[in-house]
Every structure is written in structure tokens, then in C-alpha cells.
């Protein structure tokens, strides 16, 4: 694992809200707006920014948490952007926070944390549940 950030490092992410991404539930559209799964998915992304740059190639990233504060919509059509901001780096587990903007309007806070491992402790830990 590569230690190239520390605390107060910052990723951009930008994403358009496209149709799919609604709040639905086996196929029955709840509302028009961005589903909150829909924001987990992408937040989860922005964080592994970091893990990308991070990672030796017999490392991957594993999520540990995810905390959501979903406070307005966002809407089909408009973009959202996730600003992911490193809290901690404690050896191999980072802890985020971030926002959720369209433009100057906040749609969510919240954290992530992600460890990164070695992929054969992985499969080990996987292997476990079968």
C-alpha cells in the first residue's frame, strides 16, 4: 500500500442523475428523485478514488462503513457532485467524510470508511461464509 495522502486530502466526483438512478423498488418508481442507494453507489466510488491510488496491484479495497444523511433531491437531469475529504489514515483503513452538492444546494453528509487488504486475505475472509 502506497501511504501518498493524509488527512484533509480532497477528491472530486461528479455524476449526472439519469433516469435509473430513481428511488424504485422492484421495478415501482417511489419518487423521481435520487434514490439514496443511488448515492451510496456513487459515494462509495468518490471514496475509492483514494483507494485506487493507494492500492499495490495485490491490494484491494473492502468498505467498512457507509453513513448517509440524505437532506434534499436531486433530480433526473441535474449533477450531483461528491466532495470526499480524508479524515483519518490509520495504517491500512481510511475514514472519509463528504458532501453532496447540486451547486450550492447540500443533498447529503455522511462517512466511509474502506480497509485495504491484501486480495488473498480477502478470498480467505470470503471463503469463510460459504
Given amino acids: 500500500m502506497k501511504n501518498i495522502f493524509q488527512p484533509g486530502d480532497i477528491k472530486m466526483y461528479s455524476k449526472e442523475i439519469l433516469?435509473?438512478?430513481?428511488?424504485s423498488f422492484?421495478?415501482?418508481?417511489?419518487?423521481?428523485?435520487c434514490s439514496t442507494f443511488t448515492l451510496a453507489r456513487e459515494i462509495e466510488?468518490?471514496?475509492r478514488l483514494f483507494?485506487?491510488?493507494?492500492?499495490?496491484?495485490?491490494?484491494?479495497?473492502?468498505?467498512t462503513q457507509l453513513e448517509i444523511?440524505?437532506?434534499s433531491p436531486a433530480f433526473v437531469g441535474q449533477k450531483i457532485d461528491?466532495?470526499?475529504?480524508?479524515?483519518?489514515?490509520?495504517?491500512?483503513?481510511?475514514?472519509c467524510d463528504y458532501e453532496v452538492k447540486v451547486g450550492d444546494r447540500l443533498i447529503a453528509t455522511?462517512?466511509?470508511g474502506q480497509?485495504?487488504?491484501?486480495?488473498?486475505?480477502?478470498?480467505e475472509i470470503f471463503s469463510t461464509f460459504e
Fill in 51 to 63: 483507494v485506487l491510488e493507494m492500492k499495490d496491484d495485490d491490494e484491494e479495497g473492502i468498505g
Fill in 19 to 23: 433516469p435509473d438512478d430513481v428511488a
Fill in 82 to 95: 461528491i466532495s470526499v475529504t480524508i479524515k483519518s489514515l490509520q495504517k491500512n483503513e481510511l475514514i
Fill in 115 to 123: 480497509k485495504i487488504l491484501k486480495k488473498d486475505r480477502i478470498k
Fill in 26 to 33: 422492484h421495478g415501482e418508481v417511489v419518487h423521481y428523485v
Fill in 110 to 112: 455522511g462517512i466511509t
Fill in 45 to 47: 466510488y468518490a471514496s
Fill in 69 to 71: 444523511k440524505h437532506l
